[in-house]
Nanobody, 124 residues
């Protein structure tokens, strides 16, 4: 059974940084496309970043390019999202997602496994 557990969320002032982690179990992490998504209050879930099985060619939403970095440690079955220069509009519930595939797409429906989410609040 696939399990994804996020951590690292919290409250931070604008301009600050946070690093989210997602520990995966129950499947072959190294052979999966992984992604981070977020859902702001009252809005739909949106893609933040995805990363291929080997960690190459990550893809980012335009709104986070240059500020967020997605990475993975296949030896630790862990996905990361380093967030810097945070803005109030980054406030959202952040979710880790997985799809056992050698290719990656950025849309929500591509992923078939989801974590419970970790809350990020950025105050101005």
């Amino acid at each position: 059974q696939v399990q994804l557990v996020e951590s690292g969320g919290g409250s931070v002032q604008a301009g600050g940084s946070l690093t989210l982690s997602c520990v995966a179990s129950g499947y072959t992490f190294s052979r999966s496309c992984m992604g981070w998504f977020r859902q702001p209050p009252g809005k739909e879930r949106e893609g933040v970043a995805v990363i291929y099985t080997g960690g190459s060619s990550p893809r980012y939403a335009d709104s986070v390019k240059g500020r967020f970095t997605i990475s993975r440690d296949n030896a630790k079955n862990t996905l990361y999202l380093q967030m810097s220069s945070l803005k109030p509009e980054d406030t959202a519930m952040y979710y880790c997602a997985a799809r056992q595939a050698s290719y990656c797409y950025t849309y929500t429906s591509f992923f078939d496994s989801w974590g419970q989410g970790t809350q990020v609040i950025v105050s101005s």
